[in-house]
């Protein structure tokens, strides 16, 4: 077995990056009725969101919510409503410890 | 490169049923979450339990893992029959670091195994004719935020355990030299087509998600696509407005007005000058208003002089003392 380097260049999951339905399912392993599940709860928001789902289309924040959810909902066995309050509150959380952060006196 | 003793990182014997297992992790889990845990090193614990949990609560990775943690007891590789090029082990922990003055010199992240939420069957090989696309793989990267300005190339090593149609199990390092476009904001993912998990019955292989974080930096906090930066200024300076002179990330050096009266921790707005992009952010500097010390006569008396002119000005009205 070798070493092999490849040099690649990576693509944003924003703008034209975006991810549709199908690759957002494979992403975490699952089915696309459960992104659309994700969706209808809330966890999770795609760009043309008033178009059928073929066009749905989600960056870097859905992903990182839809691989949250999929992780509480495999590992902690909860419904997808308590996973999205779950994520919720993390938000927050995370949001309210960087703003104590920065008042901090340097 | 260690060899990752999965049942050590949820305090269990080998002999662990699956309700122990997920007992284990649910209390670990509670322990280490990163938003509330008070542990130091609550991140690289709860990357270390999530690891294990995903091999362990699943039975066909749990075998090939035992299969593979007695071969490393007698001795035998992890890696089959890899030899690792000299200096390669220099391991590729992820140290997340919040006082340290600038980010690891290379990108860093642990994965012994593909953190994968899959259902995609590796026993599935066993079947004949089963075809499926490969699994994504997903890692963390850190860089620093001048790398998320002006992008950055980077190499990283990742390293899985794949399991064979045999159901035998040999890690498997790769090493990517990866272009990181620049104006790449916190959370965001990047993605490398191809580069995830081999595809089964000639599929092609998954991708490769890479969650981008940006080291804490000395002057500039970032908040999406903004940036934020304290500019100190003297009381003179907040009262009276006029220029000031403030860095950039980018490296220049800009003229900013500042307004006459200005209150402690206004906001001056540099449009544009966050990180870029379609949508480019922006650089806020946070006034901060600093006393100069009244250590001299000079000194002394101007402040005196300024609290007799300003007599009539009280702070404290408010509070009716």
Redesign the interface.
């Known amino acids: ?1 070798v ?13 034209g ?1 975006a991810l549709g339905v199908i690759e957002l399912a ?5 089915g696309t009725e459960w992104v659309a599940q994700l969706v209808e709860v809330g966890v999770i928001e795609a760009d043309d969101i008033e178009g059928p789902a073929r066009q749905w289309r989600f960056r ?2 859905a ?2 919510c839809a ?1 949250q959810a ?2 509480l909902q ?3 066995d909860i419904g997808l409503d308590a996973a999205a309050l779950i994520i919720d ?2 938000r927050e ?2 949001r309210l ?2 703003l104590v ?2 008042q901090r006196p ?1 | 490169m260690e060899f990752k003793d999965y049942y050590q990182a949820l305090g269990l014997e080998r002999t662990a049923s699956e309700d122990e297992v997920r007992k284990a ?2 209390k670990l ?1 509670r322990k280490y979450h990163p ?2 845990s008070k542990e130091p090193d609550a991140e690289t614990r709860m990357r270390e339990v ?1 690891e294990a ?1 995903d091999v362990l609560r699943d039975k066909e990775k749990r075998t090939a893992y035992d299969a593979l943690a007695d071969r490393v007891a007698r001795g035998g590789s992890a ?7 000299p200096g ?1 082990d220099e391991g590729f922990e992820f140290n997340y670091r919040p006082d340290s003055d600038g980010p690891a010199d290379h990108a860093q992240f642990s994965e012994f195994f593909s953190s ?5 069957q590796r026993r599935g090989a066993a079947r004949q004719n089963f075809r499926a ?1 490969g ?2 793989h ?1 890692a963390a990267i850190e860089i620093s935020l001048e790398d998320a300005l002006n992008g950055a190339e980077r ?1 990283i ?1 990742l390293r899985a355990m794949e399991i064979d149609a045999q159901g035998q199990a040999q890690v ?10 620049p ?2 904001g916190p ?7 191809g ?1 995830g998990m081999p595809g089964h019955g000639g599929e092609a292989a ?2 490769l ?3 981008v974080r940006i080291a804490p930096h000395k002057l500039y ?1 970032v ?1 999406g696509r903004d940036l ?1 930066m ?1 500019l100190p200024v003297t009381p003179s300076e907040a009262a009276l407005g006029g220029p000031i002179r403030a860095p950039t990330p980018g490296g220049a050096v800009v003229e900013v007005t500042v307004p006459a009266n200005a209150r402690n921790g206004l906001k001056l707005r540099l449009k544009g000058r966050g990180l870029p992009g ?1 949508t480019p952010g922006d650089l806020y500097l946070l006034l901060d208003i600093v006393l100069p010390p009244a250590d001299n006569d000079a000194v002394r008396q101007a402040y005196e002089t300024l609290a007799r002119a300003s007599g009539s000005f009280d702070p404290r009205r408010h509070l009716g003392v």
Not at chain 1, 26 to 30: L, P, Y
Not at chain 2, 79 to 85: A, C, E, H, I, R
Request: some cysteine; aromatic content about 10%.
């Open positions: 077995m070493t092999i380097k490849h040099s690649i260049s990576a693509t944003v999951v924003d703008d990056g494979h992403a975490c392993g699952a870097s924040g992903l990182r691989l999929r992780r495999r590992d902690f509150l993390e959380v995370r410890k960087a952060q920065a340097r | 992790y649910r889990a938003d509330v999530n949990y890696q089959g029959d890899f030899q690792p090029p390669w994968l939420f899959g259902q995609a696309r699994e994504d997903h190499e090593t498997v390092p790769r090493t990517l030299h990866v272009k990181i476009p104006g790449v959370g965001q993912f990047i993605r490398l087509a580069q998954g991708d998600f890479l969650e906090r908040e934020y304290t379609k």
